[in-house]
Structure formats: structure tokens, C-alpha cells
């Protein structure tokens, strides 16, 4: 594990574009990938990826949110910034993967969802809270991936998970660092002090219980080795797969209600009525 990596160093290798990205996990861990595309309403957004595959020779959905790593594919990807016509793509998938009894796996990567003056008017805030509400309630295995950003409810919308995996130098909050300064300290450049007040890094988040795994990372970052990144991703996706495989519905949901109910309480006890 690497050692004394300051918060806001995490937040620079999260969003280092030598890291693998969500197509490069989806193309190394997934067989027979159909890739399916728009929102059946306004348009497809590249910034979502969402499909069917087979993983390890039985059928799951597919759901990321994509960066891109060459100037072009940002473009093309909105730089990871999903439109409301992405998010509701998702929920596509997600209702395909819930009728056809498919497990769910999501890999986030997103600064946040795109805030323009268009994604408002086609109700950006809706569609996510529409994700999130389907999610939990959702009676199917649900594994999501942090494996850079997981910047707001733009991550969130895919990340109402039965196991919160997180990448050792992936981040997930409320908004940036950049974005906590300003409104904070009206200064963006005290971004780094703003990571260190945030808890935004994966040992934090695994700390709070809202992650639940941390995956290691070589030093310099996933982009040093990103197969054996990869390659960890995949064997736990499996371990955690096989257990969640075994669970009734009931007992799942049951488990995914107490999950999100316990973040924040210091008792770790919660009515279920």
C-alpha cells in the first residue's frame, strides 16, 4: 500500500489519465459485451455506457460512467459529465437487468453530472433521483466500482449498491475539492486543504463504512500497472458475486436497507419497520 500519499495527491491520481478507464474494465473483465444505447426519449449519451455480457460465462448487465482518456474520447464523453438522457439510459438497463434477473455491476468515474442550463431543463435532478430510487429497490446484486472520481450525485446515481468497491487512490464526495474551497473559502486554490477536511479518499470512505472494500494500487497509481488492477477488480467482483448470488430477494433488499440506514448512526443499530 502506498505511504503518505496526502489526501489531495489521491484526488490528482484519481483523475490521471493513464488510469485505466471504465471501457478499459469493461473490455478486460467482460465477455460477449452488447452495448445498448439511448434513452428511448431525447438522445445517447456517450458519457453512460450500459449493456449485457456474460461474466465468467453468466449473463450480468453493465453500467459505467466513461471519461475517456485521449483529449477526443473526453470530448466525446463529456468528460465523464452524464446528461440527463445518460442517467436515464441507465434506468433502461437497470429495469432490463431487474425483468431478465441479471446481476448489476457499475464502474463510476465522474466529476459530477454535467450541470448546464440544458440538463436542468430536461430535469437532471430527476433523473438521478429516479436512479437512486430504483436502485434501492432493486431486487437483484448490485456491485458498484469507484475507480477515479465520484464526484455527487452524478456518482451516486450508479452507485446504490449492495458492495461499494473503491480503488485505493479513487475519491468520492460531495462536490470537488475546487468546488468545496470556493464556496468554503472563496479560493480554489486551497483545493488541498480543502481534501484534507472532506474524508473523500478510500480508506476514509472504507473507515465511515459507506465503502466496503478498498482495492490496492501500485505506487504511482493504477496507471502503472492497470492490469493487475484490473485483474484484483475482477476476482473480488467473483468473491462478492458468489455470496450475494445466494441471498433471497428479501434478504438482500433487507441487507442493502440496513446498509444505507447504519452510514452515519454510532449505535449500528436500525429499525427495519
Do not use: H
Not at 65 to 92: H, S, V, W
Not at 232 to 250: A, D, F
Amino acid at each position: 500500500m502506498q505511504k503518505k500519499v496526502s489526501p489531495y495527491e489521491r484526488v490528482k491520481l484519481a483523475r490521471n489519465a493513464k488510469r485505466p478507464g471504465s471501457d478499459d474494465f469493461i473490455a478486460a473483465l467482460f465477455e460477449d459485451f452488447f452495448e445498448i444505447r439511448g434513452d428511448r426519449a431525447y438522445s445517447d449519451d456517450n458519457a453512460v455506457i450500459c449493456g449485457i455480457a456474460r461474466f465468467n460465462g453468466a449473463p450480468v448487465s453493465v453500467a459505467a460512467i466513461c471519461k475517456g482518456r485521449t483529449i477526443e474520447a473526453r470530448i466525446k464523453r463529456n468528460f465523464g459529465m452524464a446528461q440527463p438522457d445518460g442517467y436515464r439510459k441507465f434506468l433502461r438497463c437497470l429495469a432490463q437487468a431487474v425483468k431478465f434477473r441479471r446481476p448489476l455491476i457499475t464502474f463510476i468515474d465522474t466529476p459530477g453530472a454535467y450541470p448546464g442550463k440544458s440538463a436542468e431543463e430536461r430535469g437532471q435532478g430527476q433523473a438521478i433521483a429516479e436512479c437512486l430510487y430504483q436502485m434501492s429497490a432493486a431486487p437483484i446484486p448490485i456491485i458498484s466500482i469507484v475507480i477515479g472520481e465520484g464526484g455527487s450525485g452524478g456518482a451516486i446515481a450508479l452507485g446504490v449498491a449492495d458492495r461499494l468497491i473503491m480503488l485505493e487512490n479513487a475519491v468520492l464526495s460531495v462536490l470537488s475539492p475546487e468546488g468545496f474551497a470556493s464556496i468554503l473559502w472563496k479560493d480554489s486554490a486551497r483545493a488541498a486543504e480543502a481534501s484534507d477536511v472532506m474524508k473523500l479518499t478510500a480508506a476514509d470512505l472504507l473507515e465511515y463504512k459507506i465503502a466496503d472494500y478498498l482495492i490496492q494500487e501500485p505506487d504511482g497509481g493504477a496507471g502503472e500497472a492497470p492490469e493487475l488492477v484490473i485483474n484484483r477488480v475482477g476476482e473480488l467482483i467473483k468473491s462478492e458475486l458468489t455470496e450475494l448470488l445466494k441471498l433471497s430477494e428479501t434478504q438482500l433488499l433487507n441487507d442493502r436497507y440496513r446498509k444505507y440506514r447504519l452510514i452515519g448512526t454510532s449505535d449500528g443499530e436500525v429499525c427495519l419497520d
